[in-house]
């Protein structure tokens, strides 16, 4: 799965990337991951990975991993091919999320854009391009489906009113993910598929934000631009707080030195909440050979969970074994599981679980 990094010059997105893409991955376990420059190969923390391998005798950990894009900074004017403006709508249709970062902390030193800290209105800009760019899309695939319609042909009148629901939403200012839409059959979901809309997208916004102090009990404080946007925005529950510079700085400290300096890296809650907001979850595979987390949308059978291995465990299902991760550490092997009798055997029709350790049947 891909994520946009997108927002503003000067916010702080190509320092944040450096900050997520510091630690290492081993490309070599992910051989579909074709990695440019402006793309880097996160991992998910994932704790019950090192546990599972303990018990295995694992010779190797592959995490899941989430790929962060670092996209040109976006100014007014980009629907309209401003700027970078074409190059930056190209590059985040390709995404499946987006991370839009806003600048919340106050520096003299750091000149905005705007001349002015003002996160609401960053947040506008940005949606505002977006928004401009979905309804241009909008009005060329209305054209044709308009034409269908008067042709009588099959699905035109109801992907229009799919289309026109949306074309409504986005002409008050609102994004795509924000339009009701009734659970689509298939022939609906072909004309939101073909819209491939930007504002479609999940959003996950990062807020920049340097504390200023610390209360008596030691907790971050920061500056009332921040509380401000955090209390209209909270209901939403997707944003995370980061304060990107430290972030960076954090990457090449010793524990030592972080624990000196009394500090500790969130960027992890980065990377928890972009896997959650993609509505995925992951299952687990592990024994001596490796341990590792797959990742798969949430709500996918079991046939189809076998997929992110190999295409024969979804074709050629038979069953497969499943334990929920920390009843198996319990336990300590899967020999130990079948013998107490906890290892299920579960069908084609099983929906596989976060955190399921998983063997496959085929």
């Not at 546990?51 to 991993?65: F, G, N, Q, T, Y």
């Not at 009005?139 to 289309?163: C, F, I, M, P, W």
């Not at 298939?186 to 200023?212: H, M």
Request: aromatic share 6%; with cysteine; hydrophobic share 40%.
């Amino acid at each position: 799965m891909k994520i946009g990094i997108v927002g503003l010059p000067n916010v702080g997105k190509s320092t944040l990337f450096k900050a997520l893409t510091r630690v290492p991955v081993d490309i070599s376990n992910y051989p579909f991951c074709t990695i440019e420059p402006n793309v880097g190969i996160v991992k998910v923390p994932d704790l019950r990975l090192e546990k599972l391998a303990e018990i295995s005798k694992s010779k190797k950990i592959i995490p899941a991993v989430v790929e962060f894009v670092d996209i040109a900074g976006l100014v007014k004017g980009a629907s309209l091919g401003e700027g970078l403006g074409n190059k930056f709508l190209a590059n985040i249709r390709e995404t499946d999320a987006i991370v839009q970062v806003v600048r919340v902390f106050e520096n003299p030193n750091i000149i905005h854009v705007h001349k002015k800290i003002d996160p609401e209105n960053d947040i506008e800009i940005i949606n505002a391009e977006l928004i401009l760019a979905d309804l241009e899309t909008v009005s060329k695939v209305r054209v044709r489906l308009e034409k269908d319609q008067r042709g009588n042909k099959k699905g035109a009148t109801e992907q229009l009113a799919v289309l026109e629901k949306i074309q409504k939403n986005l002409e008050k200012g609102l994004l795509a993910n924000e339009t009701e839409l009734d659970l689509l059959d298939e022939n609906t979901e072909i004309i939101v598929r073909e819209l491939s809309l930007l504002t479609l997208k999940p959003f996950l916004y990062v807020y920049n934000a340097c504390p200023v102090k610390s209360d008596e009990a030691g907790a971050e404080q920061f500056n009332g631009v921040y509380y401000k946007l955090s209390k209209k925005l909270k209901e939403k529950n997707n944003f995370v707080v980061l304060d990107i510079k430290i972030e960076e700085e954090l990457m090449d400290m010793s524990e030592d030195e972080k624990n000196e300096l009394d500090l500790k890296s969130h960027i992890s809650n980065l990377v928890v909440k972009a896997y959650e907001i993609l509505g995925l979850i992951t299952f687990l595979t592990t024994g001596e050979d490796e341990t590792r987390a797959w990742t798969i949308k949430k709500n996918s059978t079991a046939p189809v969970a076998g997929l992110a291995i190999h295409t024969d465990f979804k074709d050629k299902f038979i069953r497969a074994d499943v334990i929920q991760w920390d009843k198996l550490l319990e336990i300590g092997s899967w020999s130990k599981a079948r013998e107490a009798g906890v290892l299920r055997t579960e069908g084609k029709d099983y929906v596989v679980q976060d955190g399921d350790a998983i063997e496959f049947k085929i």
